[in-house]
Protein backbone atom coordinates (compact mmCIF):
# COMPACT_ATOMS: atom_id res chain seq x y z
CA UNK A 1 0.00 0.00 0.00
CA UNK A 2 2.48 2.64 -1.26
CA UNK A 3 -0.61 5.45 -0.99
CA UNK A 4 -0.45 4.59 3.11
CA UNK A 5 3.50 5.78 3.15
CA UNK A 6 3.60 9.33 4.57
CA UNK A 7 6.68 11.31 4.12
CA UNK A 8 8.13 12.81 7.36
CA UNK A 9 7.30 16.08 7.77
CA UNK A 10 9.79 18.98 9.41
CA UNK A 11 8.50 20.75 12.62
CA UNK A 12 7.01 24.09 11.08
CA UNK A 13 6.12 23.29 7.83
CA UNK A 14 2.61 22.97 8.23
CA UNK A 15 1.66 25.59 5.74
CA UNK A 16 4.15 23.72 3.54
CA UNK A 17 2.62 20.33 3.87
CA UNK A 18 -0.71 21.70 3.86
CA UNK A 19 0.34 23.26 0.32
CA UNK A 20 2.40 20.75 -1.41
CA UNK A 21 0.41 17.46 0.06
CA UNK A 22 1.85 15.47 -2.70
CA UNK A 23 5.49 16.04 -2.06
CA UNK A 24 6.11 17.70 -4.66
CA UNK A 25 7.45 22.48 -4.60
CA UNK A 26 4.50 24.66 -6.35
CA UNK A 27 6.37 27.63 -6.15
CA UNK A 28 3.97 29.48 -8.69
CA UNK A 29 0.53 27.91 -7.26
CA UNK A 30 1.95 28.84 -3.83
CA UNK A 31 2.72 32.84 -5.10
CA UNK A 32 -1.07 32.68 -6.80
CA UNK A 33 -2.35 31.79 -3.36
CA UNK A 34 -0.07 33.96 -1.64
CA UNK A 35 -1.31 36.52 -3.32
CA UNK A 36 -5.14 35.79 -3.30
CA UNK A 37 -5.16 35.57 0.37
CA UNK A 38 -3.51 39.04 1.07
CA UNK A 39 -5.76 40.57 -1.74
CA UNK A 40 -8.64 39.45 -0.28
CA UNK A 41 -7.77 40.30 3.39
CA UNK A 42 -7.18 43.93 2.29
CA UNK A 43 -10.16 44.16 0.60
CA UNK A 44 -12.06 42.59 3.17
CA UNK A 45 -10.79 44.86 5.91
CA UNK A 46 -10.36 47.82 3.82
CA UNK A 47 -14.21 47.64 2.75
CA UNK A 48 -15.50 48.47 5.93
CA UNK A 49 -14.89 51.98 5.64
CA UNK A 50 -16.82 54.06 3.04
CA UNK A 51 -13.81 56.50 1.74
CA UNK A 52 -11.71 53.55 1.04
CA UNK A 53 -14.04 51.94 -1.83
CA UNK A 54 -10.68 52.76 -4.31
CA UNK A 55 -8.62 50.18 -2.28
CA UNK A 56 -11.29 47.21 -1.50
CA UNK A 57 -13.09 47.61 -5.03
CA UNK A 58 -9.32 47.48 -6.71
CA UNK A 59 -7.50 44.94 -4.36
CA UNK A 60 -10.94 43.01 -4.40
CA UNK A 61 -10.82 42.43 -8.69
CA UNK A 62 -7.01 41.91 -8.77
CA UNK A 63 -8.09 39.18 -5.86
CA UNK A 64 -10.92 37.78 -7.52
CA UNK A 65 -8.42 37.51 -11.11
CA UNK A 66 -5.57 36.21 -9.27
CA UNK A 67 -7.65 33.47 -7.25
CA UNK A 68 -9.47 32.26 -10.34
CA UNK A 69 -6.33 31.91 -12.35
CA UNK A 70 -4.83 29.91 -9.19
CA UNK A 71 -7.43 27.92 -9.11
CA UNK A 72 -7.05 26.52 -12.87
CA UNK A 73 -3.72 26.16 -12.06
CA UNK A 74 -3.52 24.83 -8.78
CA UNK A 75 -2.33 20.96 -8.12
CA UNK A 76 -3.51 20.27 -4.14
CA UNK A 77 -6.11 20.32 -2.44
CA UNK A 78 -4.47 22.61 0.35
CA UNK A 79 -3.98 24.84 -2.48
CA UNK A 80 -7.72 25.38 -4.05
CA UNK A 81 -8.94 25.49 -0.11
CA UNK A 82 -7.19 28.52 0.60
CA UNK A 83 -8.02 30.14 -2.98
CA UNK A 84 -11.76 29.53 -2.04
CA UNK A 85 -11.23 31.83 1.27
CA UNK A 86 -9.02 34.49 -0.58
CA UNK A 87 -11.61 34.90 -3.38
CA UNK A 88 -14.57 34.84 -1.20
CA UNK A 89 -13.26 37.59 1.13
CA UNK A 90 -11.86 39.57 -2.37
CA UNK A 91 -15.47 39.07 -3.53
CA UNK A 92 -17.32 40.34 -0.38
CA UNK A 93 -14.88 43.45 -0.32
CA UNK A 94 -15.10 44.04 -4.13
CA UNK A 95 -18.93 44.15 -4.01
CA UNK A 96 -18.91 46.49 -0.69
CA UNK A 97 -16.32 48.55 -2.51
CA UNK A 98 -18.65 48.88 -5.57
CA UNK A 99 -21.72 49.66 -3.51
CA UNK A 100 -19.77 52.65 -1.80
CA UNK A 101 -18.19 54.33 -4.82
CA UNK A 102 -16.52 51.72 -7.14
CA UNK A 103 -13.95 51.66 -9.13
CA UNK A 104 -13.51 55.01 -10.21
CA UNK A 105 -15.57 56.74 -8.01
CA UNK A 106 -15.34 60.42 -7.84
CA UNK A 107 -11.84 60.39 -9.54
CA UNK A 108 -13.21 60.08 -12.83
CA UNK A 109 -16.39 61.77 -13.78
Not at 25 to 50: I, K
Request: charge should be neutral.
Amino acid sequence: MTQAARQPRRPGSLLGGLLNSDGKPHPVENTFVAVTVVLGLVAFVSSAFDNLHLLSSWSGLLGILSGAWGQFISATTGERFLLIIGLGAAAIGFFLGMAHGGLFGGVIG
